[in-house]
């Protein structure tokens, strides 16, 4: 899979690849990120990218320009399966979107800021609008972060069989049940019995007895259909 990010922030998206399950997946050939600074794409002496919104108003606007040259000089090597802008009134994020998107090669990301971008960027090119939640962060680079992250440790051969994706909450609809390590008593806390019963069979039920009651007690809308 290769991912491409457009940003007018690319520091912050340096860190959140460059480590553990993210790096390898890179180093593996597994996944590719690449970040794009809008700034030199900006217009005049001082690249401007972002101007007032018509009708008035505070807070700045992306630019057509900018955005549509740099979207257009990279469909120019390839196809992209979605242009995804992430966006606080975008669909929110759920496991089942993240499956589907892990199967596709190429996917084109666009970070917002300011008060956004201009609305015919988003009915021309964007094809997919994405959210991580009710909450408004400062621009759309940790949500990308986010989206990266959830697709590349979904991609064949980047998890162990020790981490597998299956077994993770929301995976199979349920939240995950409890885990435990050594050591089997800490201060007089007890790991539970039957994970020390070496019977695979009542243990495979007991976990599934907890995942359903945590689901039940945290998350009952997920149980719904
Ligand atoms: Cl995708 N962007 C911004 N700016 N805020 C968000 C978000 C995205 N998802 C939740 N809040």
Redesign the pocket.
């Known amino acids: 899979m290769r991912i491409d990010i457009i940003t007018v922030q690319p520091q912050l998206l340096e860190g959140p690849f460059s480590h553990s399950i993210m790096k390898r997946a890179q180093d593996k050939g597994l996944l590719e990120v690449h970040v794009h600074d809008l700034r030199p794409y900006g217009t005049g002496k001082y690249k401007q990218i972002d101007d007032y919104a018509f009708g008035g108003g505070a807070g700045m606007v992306m630019q057509m320009e900018p955005l549509v040259t740099l979207t257009e000089e990279l469909q120019a090597e390839r196809t992209y399966d979605e242009i995804i ?4 009134d ?1 669909e ?2 759920a496991q089942s979107r993240c499956n589907g998107l892990s199967l596709r090669q190429n996917l084109l990301m666009v ?3 300011y008060k ?1 971008i201009d609305q015919r960027y988003r009915d021309h090119f964007v094809t997919l609008e ?11 680079e ?3 972060a ?2 990266v992250d959830s697709l590349g440790r979904l991609l064949p051969g980047v998890l162990g069989d020790e981490t597998s994706a299956l077994t993770d909450s929301f995976q199979d609809g349920l939240l995950a049940p409890p885990v435990y390590t050594r050591p089997k008593s800490y201060r007089g806390w007890e790991v539970p019995d039957i994970l020390l019963s070496g019977h695979e069979a009542k243990i495979e039920q007991w976990r599934y007895d907890q995942a359903m009651e945590r689901t039940k007690t945290r998350r009952p809308d997920l149980l719904e259909d």
């Open positions: 802008y992430l966006t606080p975008g929110q994020l970070c917002g800021h956004g994405i959210s991580i939640g009710d909450y408004v962060l400062s621009g759309g940790l949500a990308a986010v989206l």
